[in-house]
């Protein structure tokens, strides 16, 4: 298994580019998220997923778009880049999200992005 | 919306000594869990706790969950530079469908 993918590694946008940022698992989890993480601010949720067809906001949603077409992908779209958007960004899934118990999340490597 | 706060935000120790990071929440956790994230790495997951009053062991690592499931700690004994990183605590949002993470806390060790 390749757990949890993304691409790009890096990327460096100009201000009012867009582009997609792409994740893919391979453990056929239910629930899927993404996170940015700002020096000194931890990680914040942006959107997520408890399954196919179905998609949430997190605590800082905007400026982002996401898609839950398939199981396996949920990319996130920056639809209009801003230098605020600088950060590295985490994809996440977990078998499900939902129960007292919760579930182990697996993060891919990050995607660090900056935008000029 | 559902917040935890851990603190301290930073901690530098010398080799061999102890270290403590505290999460609390102003509400009643069903769950917290704790992850590691190496300089340069992603979040990899340590444990989760469920229950009041949980205590659970890793080796040179204790983990405990408040008996009110309001606060949890993560203690290392006697670290080593293999422990340097950043720990953060998550737990559920209140609906139970997203995992919110605190600010964590960066951990430097010199030998």
């Known amino acids: 298994n390749a757990g949890v993918t993304q691409t790009p590694k890096f990327q460096v946008l100009k201000t009012g580019q867009s582009m997609t940022l792409q994740c893919a698992q391979d453990?056929?989890?239910?629930?899927m998220s993404w996170y940015r993480q700002d020096p000194g601010m931890g990680l914040r949720l942006i959107h997520y997923?408890?399954?196919?067809?179905?998609?949430d906001q997190g605590e800082v949603p905007n400026g982002y778009n996401v898609s839950r077409s398939t199981t396996e992908d949920f990319p996130l779209r920056l639809l209009s880049a801003a230098p605020s958007q600088t950060s590295v960004y985490f994809c996440?899934?977990?078998?499900?999200?939902?129960?007292?118990?919760?579930?182990?999340?697996?993060f891919g490597p990050g995607t660090r992005l900056t935008v000029t | 919306g559902q917040q935890v706060m851990q603190i301290p935000q930073y901690q530098h120790v010398q080799e061999g000594e102890d270290f403590t990071t505290y999460c609390n929440s102003s509400?009643?956790?069903?769950?917290i869990q704790w992850y590691k994230q190496r300089p340069g790495g992603h979040p990899v997951f340590l444990i989760q706790?469920?229950?009041?009053?949980e205590v659970k062991k890793q080796k040179r690592l204790t983990f405990q969950f408040g008996e009110a499931k309001k606060n949890s700690s993560l203690h290392i004994t006697a670290t080593q530079t293999t422990d340097v990183g950043t720990y953060f605590c998550?737990?559920?949002?209140?609906?139970?469908?997203?995992?919110?993470f605190g600010k964590g806390t960066t951990l430097s060790v010199s030998s």
């Open positions: 706790l469920v229950k009041s009053g």
């Open positions: 996440a899934s977990s078998y499900s999200s939902s129960g007292t118990g919760g579930y182990e999340q697996y």
């Open positions: 453990m056929n989890h239910e629930y």
């Open positions: 998550a737990a559920n949002n209140q609906a139970g469908t997203a995992l919110i």
């Open positions: 997923s408890v399954g196919a067809g179905i998609t």
């Open positions: 509400t009643t956790l069903s769950n």
